[in-house]
Nanobody, 123 residues
Framework: QVQLVESGGGLVQAGGSLRLSCAAS????????MGWFRQAPGKEREFVAR????????DYTNSVKGRFTISRDNAKNTVYLQMNSLKPEDTAVYYC????????????????WGQGTQVTVSS
C-alpha cells in the first residue's frame, strides 16, 4: 500500500501562485508515476499533470501548460505542483495520485489517491 498526503491548498487571488505538495509513504518503490488531478464543483475529475518517478518526464493538460510545473524529490518521496498565474477556473479540489504503471494519464490507471486539498482562486 501507498499512502499520500497533500498540502498547500488555499485561497488566492487571480494571478497569484500556490505550491501543492504530496508526500508518499509505504511501498513507494512500486510507484512509477505520480499525478495531480482536480475536480471542480459539478464537474468530473480531470487530469492535470504527471511525472515519472524514475525519468522525470512530465505531461500536462493543455489548460495549465506554461503556468503549472510538476516536480519531484525522490529523496523525500514528495511531488510538487507549482501553480502560477492562477485563474478562477483553476478552482477545484486537487488530488495527488500514484500509479504502478509506466505511463498513464487516465484516472483509472492510478491505484492510490490522497484525500484532496482545496484550491480557490478569487477574481
Amino acid at each position: 500500500q501507498v499512502q499520500l498526503v497533500e498540502s498547500g491548498g488555499g485561497l488566492v487571488q487571480a494571478g497569484g501562485s500556490l505550491r501543492l505538495s504530496c508526500a508518499a509513504s509505504g511501498r513507494t518503490l512500486s510507484v512509477l508515476n505520480m499525478g495531480w488531478f482536480r475536480q471542480a464543483p459539478g464537474k468530473e475529475r480531470e487530469f492535470v499533470a504527471r511525472i515519472s518517478t524514475y525519468s522525470g518526464s512530465t505531461d500536462y493538460t493543455n489548460s495549465v501548460k506554461g503556468r503549472f510545473t510538476i516536480s519531484r524529490d525522490n529523496a523525500k518521496n514528495t511531488v510538487y505542483l507549482q501553480m502560477n498565474s492562477l485563474k478562477p477556473e483553476d478552482t477545484a479540489v486537487y488530488y495527488c495520485a500514484a500509479s504502478n504503471a509506466a505511463w498513464t494519464l487516465r484516472e483509472q490507471g492510478y491505484q492510490y489517491w490522497g484525500q484532496g486539498t482545496q484550491v480557490t482562486v478569487s477574481s
